[in-house]
């Protein structure tokens, strides 16, 4: 873009990270490191950034499986996915919507009667999320608000699995997130947040859509933002897969409204078809639409939104190594 000065050629890694699952009996464990966030400091209630999950559990049977630690809250399909299994290059706008990770305890259950599944969680107040509080009042010491033992975040999920379908339903609210900018009347809100997703799986064929609304966005009362995609993918060949996806984002707060789209076009090249995560090159070309650009008038340039997205179009390139 004329108005971007940075829309030259960027190299970076989008996830470096490093971890365990391991399971003895009944018990259970997790822990993921991520490198990306050395340099980085804590949120009030939460490990030190470099810690992606740090989880122990027990799990009683199949309806009743308890995990405390640090881990992801239960809201939003495509969030609660691997990274390592997304469809497209990077995790999309609803990503800053949900409550992302936060320590607290958690009650799950799957496959119950064969189809049902669902989660239950306390959490201290979701302070990684976007949505919640302003990252530096946050980290400074005058918070009074939105605070451990103060506060809290809730979030709940229920479930459906048939053999190819999958459909989920999750809310979820986290107490005061206007921080330390708490103002009566106009930053006092808890945040909260619903999402409803579901992703079909025939043979070769890969079809998702999910819509994902945020309430209050950072406590600031009236102030909203909604989410939603479609997605369908084909793997034409055993080493390749098209995927088309749309993205639709829409900011409100009173009088003030603004949308953005981003459209992906992408290929995924697997290196090892038997097992298509452990190598593979993503490319994507992302077309922007709505209120794109650079302008004081744009979507990424209303000071209240936190879903952002491309506002102009682009192309991504990455390879991935997992195992």
């Given amino acids: 873009s004329a108005n971007d000065e940075k829309n030259g050629l960027r190299f970076g890694a989008d996830r470096v990270r490093l971890g365990y699952k391991i399971s003895l009996g009944k018990v259970f464990s997790k822990l993921q490191i991520d490198f990306k966030k050395t340099g980085s400091s804590s949120n009030p209630g939460q490990l030190a950034e470099i810690i992606k999950d740090a989880v122990v559990g027990y799990k009683f049977d199949k309806a009743a499986s308890l995990s405390l630690g640090q881990f992801k809250t239960p809201v939003g399909m495509d969030f609660n996915s691997s990274g390592a299994k997304l469809d497209i290059t990077k995790r999309g706008m609803e990503k800053k919507l949900v409550l992302e990770r936060s320590a607290g305890a958690m009650l799950s259950g799957r496959k119950i009667g064969g189809v049902f599944g669902y989660d239950i969680g306390i959490f201290n107040p979701a302070t990684r999320s976007a949505a919640v509080g302003d990252p530096d009042s946050l980290k400074s010491s005058s918070t009074e608000y939105g605070a451990p033992g103060n506060d809290y975040a809730y979030a709940l999920r229920g479930m459906v699995d048939w053999q190819k379908l999958h459909i989920e339903v999750s809310y979820g609210q986290s107490g005061e997130a206007a921080g330390s900018k708490y103002t009566p009347g106009t930053k006092d809100a808890d945040y909260s947040v619903w999402d409803i997703g579901a992703r079909y799986k025939l043979n070769n064929l890969t079809l998702k859509g999910e819509y994902i609304a945020g309430n209050d966005v950072k406590g600031v009362n009236g102030q909203d933002e909604t989410v939603w ?7 034409f060949l055993p080493m390749v897969e098209g995927v088309v996806r ?3 984002a829409k900011y409100e707060k009173g009088s003030v409204t603004a949308d953005l789209g981003n459209t992906y076009l992408g290929l995924n090249i697997f ?3 038997s097992s298509i995560y452990q190598a593979r090159l993503q490319l994507d070309y992302v077309i922007a639409s709505g209120d794109d650009g650079w302008d004081a008038n744009s979507y990424v340039k209303q000071s209240g939104v936190v879903t952002k997205g ?14």
């Fill in 229 to 235: 995609y479609l997605h369908a993918g084909y793997r």
């Fill in 246 to 248: 749309h993205y639709q």
């Fill in 310 to 323: 491309y506002a102009d179009n682009v192309i991504l390139l990455q390879f991935q190594v997992g195992f």
């Fill in 271 to 273: 290196f090892n078809p």
